[in-house]
């Protein structure tokens, strides 16, 4: 009895805690999965990209070098606060994102050239939601973005008690093992039929 | 009854959804640890293995577009399903067969008239990945059920926190610890929101 008791509070418990994580990623899973049609509001002739300034900067990339150094150095020297990541799409550019929840802005460096643009993104509530999303990792190592990650971690093994506290609760109660049976059977033929068929 | 429809809803639907919910929260860690996994193994892209070389014949447009010349190839493999396409600079049609198990590499060289087909080594991390990325209507019928097995799990999520709620509502000796657990984590959530 005192088991069942502390499973069943920890289900409820748990997903008291872990509400706004819950509804983030299923609210922001909707612009994922439907971004044709979440686009078409934001279909209003104003560009995606603001430039902020653009300026000389002149900085060597030695071949085979880490990237995501470069890109903190270019990072500190034009002022962005944020998460980070820095890729070379071309070997003529350099591009380093910055983001917070509300914010996304990238430096873009053009080594033969010699210059350094900083644009910053518009708004948009689909990113900030996908953003929320898909944030995770953890490269960033300052405090408040471990824990974001750490928490990320937690919410994942809240998924799986509340699975298995799901699971338990669900035999607990004899007059719905049938139903119980036929919707997990369903749900795991169907999952199985998508794994071979996809 | 109408309590006990919500608390059946939400438990029979959890249970429908359980396949989902287990890959969605194994693929998450996955993903958080990307990184860590990548060191393990020591690899940064897929690795492909060859499955089968054969000869091809077949003449195509020189404007066709290589996703029309995917399709044609994906047929006569018998690997019809989701793809992508493209053209790579030596004029080689490469498609990318989006198999969540065995994703496939179709090599299609017109100089040589052959396909090379590769399949992709199979890793966990990457595979829960790719189920995880997996969306979106593509106008095939397995692949549309998936996407609407996805919206499903959309939808599952939100009536979960509200049935959820109502449920926590109706369980009045809870409502102290349940208040303190709810705005400890929305306190923590709004910590993240606007310092992060």
């Known amino acids: 009895m005192r088991f069942n008791l502390f499973v069943r509070r920890l289900h409820l418990y748990l997903a008291l805690s872990l509400i706004p994580w819950f509804l983030i990623y299923g609210v922001s899973s909707i612009p994922f999965a439907h971004n044709s049609w979440i686009d078409r509001f934001y279909q209003d002739g104003k560009p995606t990209w603001n430039l902020r300034f653009e300026k000389p900067y002149d900085l060597e990339i030695p071949e085979g070098a880490d990237l995501r150094e470069i890109g903190a150095r270019i990072k500190q020297d034009v002022g962005l606060e944020g998460s980070f990541g820095a890729y070379r799409p071309n070997p003529s550019e350099l591009i380093v994102y910055v983001h917070t929840f509300w914010t996304a802005s990238h430096a873009r460096y053009f080594p033969d050239k010699k210059l350094l643009r900083v644009e910053d993104r518009r708004f948009r509530w689909d990113h900030f939601l996908t953003g929320m999303h898909a944030r995770g990792g953890f490269q960033d190592r300052r405090p408040l973005n471990l824990a974001w990650s750490i928490v990320v971690d937690l919410v994942c093994i809240g998924f799986l008690l509340w699975i298995a506290s799901g699971i338990y609760m669900w035999w607990q109660l004899p007059q719905t093992r049938i139903w119980g049976f036929l919707a997990l059977g369903s749900g795991a033929t169907l999952f199985a039929l998508f794994l071979v068929g996809l | ?196």
């Open chain 2, 1 to 196: 009854v109408f309590s006990k429809i919500i608390r059946r809803t939400h438990m029979y639907l959890a249970l429908f959804l359980t396949p989902w919910i287990l890959m969605y929260a194994l693929s998450t860690m996955a993903m958080n640890h990307r990184e860590w996994l990548r060191g393990g193994s020591g690899e940064t892209l897929p690795q492909f293995e060859k499955e089968r070389e054969e000869p091809y014949q077949a003449s195509f447009a020189p404007d066709a577009r290589p996703q029309a010349i995917g399709e044609k190839i994906l047929e006569d493999a018998r690997l019809v399903g989701a793809f992508n396409a493209r053209k790579d600079s030596s004029g080689a049609v490469v498609i990318v067969r989006q198999d969540p198990v065995t994703p496939r590499r179709i090599t299609y060289s017109p100089a040589e008239s052959k396909l090379v087909i590769e399949k992709e080594v199979f890793r966990w991390p990457a595979f829960l990945e790719r189920m995880h990325r997996r969306r979106g209507y593509q106008h095939a019928a397995l692949d549309d059920s998936w996407a609407f097995s996805v919206d499903l799990v959309i939808a599952a999520m939100i009536f979960w926190v509200l049935s959820g709620l109502w449920m926590w509502w109706e369980l009045r000796a809870t409502w102290r610890l349940g208040a303190l657990f709810a705005a400890g984590g929305l306190a923590l959530f709004a910590l993240f929101l606007f310092t992060i």
